[in-house]
């Protein structure tokens, strides 16, 4: 591939460029843990939109997504309208509530902060069960960011896959570090576009080269008539079914309990800049979604070369390399390595808040404050992204399974608990440590089971779990 070319490489010296003095500027504004994990609550409403989604998408957004489509065709649209709808229902129902509930609440900064206060919990023990729980999932979600950067570094320099996802944590790791919160966010808005630009030029050309509609749909009938058919597996030639499409859609529940995305929630200026934020967002997602399957599908014929097993992740890749001329070609890989930063950063973020916050500053020194919280936090990111790197390194690795997996945890763990302590005024501390419990337990033993309805995307019955949980609890059970 083009691993010496200049043009490429100084690219993609100027978007690190651009990135790491973001975090630089940030640096001097960044004084205290509020500062380092919620920006001072400054963000407008372009920017909580652009950060949010930016957050959101990772780099399984330009790899894995794609990746399902190439392999599966257009199977990969029942993931697509379920992260649609998912992300419109938290916008509309969590985003301004939980910014005015964690604000009113002694200003909550995360939330085992929100949840401990807002059940006047003495105890401490949500805010543990919590913290414990993000810092578990996001050491894996953390690792799928930097095996989507070594992918990526791999392809794109030639260099070895371990040493590969060495630079990109690495690359990750410096900015986080430096500039928290506001340089992450700030970084959010350039990359939340580029990823935009890159998936929409991309898609573009794999729609160009293929002949438009008709054009794919005879590629793909002509490969594999599954491919075309949405309740078909492409890969098997089986039928879906019901627990194939409900595991699909299901992905949608997972944006309730995301802390990194609900962080963006926190961190708006106001409320009332929420509607505005919540249609940037649509209209950007909508069309990166759409783009992403594109992409893939097209991928299908626009490839001289065929991919199989975790190589299917790269179809994005290929598709840029082989098809663009060099600094094209650049700026579209640039875009996944903005999907990886932005994600990776902004879990690291809320994972190191959950350490300084929660564990430091809540058991080991409650009289912390300022300078020593701060550095804490940031001992925590690099602590956490050794353990992702280490995680990372294995090179059968998939971008997507590592993110569902994570996904499922956060959205069974966190989902139900946020909605109810929301808008269910009888919710008791019992009720939500109950509910955490049995979603996160149930996503970690639900795969260790095999056929029929243990096929169901864990996530699902994880948050119905979760949910009826905190139900029976809260009414039966004592505070």
């Not at 919590?130 to 930097?146: D, H, N, P, Q, W």
């Not at 994600?343 to 808040?353: E, F, K």
């Not at 690099?382 to 294995?394: H, R, Y």
């Not at 945890?409 to 919710?427: C, E, K």
């Amino acid at each position: 591939m083009q691993a010496n070319n200049t043009a490429v490489i100084g690219t993609f010296l100027v978007y690190m460029a651009v990135v790491l003095l973001l975090g630089f500027i940030a640096w001097g504004r960044t004084r205290s843990l509020k500062d380092y994990i919620l920006g001072g609550r400054s963000l407008n409403a372009w920017v909580t939109a652009m950060s949010a989604q930016a957050t959101d998408m990772s780099g399984w957004l330009l790899m894995g997504l794609p990746g399902l489509a190439y392999a599966a065709g257009l199977e990969a649209g029942w993931m697509a309208l379920g992260l649609l709808a998912g992300s419109y229902l938290n916008w509309k129902l969590v985003a301004a509530r939980l910014r005015q509930r964690t604000e009113a609440l002694d200003d909550s900064l995360t939330l085992p902060d929100y949840f401990e206060r807002r059940f006047n919990d003495h105890s401490r023990s949500l805010r543990l069960l919590a913290g414990a729980f993000i810092l578990v999932f996001f050491v894996l979600y953390t690792s799928s960011g930097f095996v989507a950067a070594g992918k990526l570094f791999e392809a794109l320099f030639g260099l070895g896959y371990r040493w590969a996802v060495l630079w990109g944590t690495l690359s990750v790791l410096i900015y986080t570090f430096f500039g928290g919160f506001l340089a992450v966010s700030w970084a959010d808005v350039l990359q939340g576009s580029l990823m935009f630009l890159a998936l929409v030029l991309v898609a573009g050309l794999g729609w160009w080269a293929l002949g438009g509609l008709s054009g794919i749909q005879h590629t793909l009938n002509a490969v594999n008539p599954d491919l075309l058919n949405p309740l078909v597996s492409a890969d098997t030639g089986q039928a879906l079914g019901v627990v194939g499409i409900v595991s699909l859609l299901a992905w949608g529940l997972g944006y309730f309990g995301q802390p990194h995305i609900l962080a963006r929630f926190m961190a708006a200026n106001a409320a009332g800049s929420i509607p505005t934020a919540r249609r940037i967002a649509m209209s950007w997602q909508t069309v990166v979604l759409a783009a992403a399957v594109l992409a893939g599908l097209s991928g299908i014929g626009g490839l001289d070369r065929q991919l199989t097993g975790a190589d299917v992740e790269k179809v994005f890749i290929f598709m840029a390399v082989d098809r663009f001329p060099a600094v094209l070609a650049g700026v579209c890989l640039s875009g996944i390595l903005a999907a990886v930063m932005s994600t990776a950063a902004a879990q690291l973020l809320v994972a190191s808040s959950a350490f300084a916050q929660d564990f430091y500053k809540g058991v080991l020194r409650k009289q912390a404050v300022g300078g020593e919280l701060l550095w804490a936090g940031r001992l925590a990111v690099l602590a956490i992204a050794v353990l992702g790197f280490v995680l990372a390194l294995d090179p059968q690795s998939q971008v997507l399974a590592l993110v569902a997996w994570a996904w499922a945890g956060f959205g069974a763990t966190f989902g139900p608990a946020v909605l109810l302590s929301l808008y269910w005024d009888r919710m008791t501390r019992n009720g939500a440590l109950a509910g955490m419990l049995v979603g996160g337990v149930t996503v970690m033993v639900w795969p260790l089971f095999d056929g029929g309805i243990f096929e169901l995307y864990e996530l699902v019955p994880g948050f119905a779990f979760s949910l009826l949980a905190i139900v029976a609890v809260s009414v039966l059970v004592a505070r």
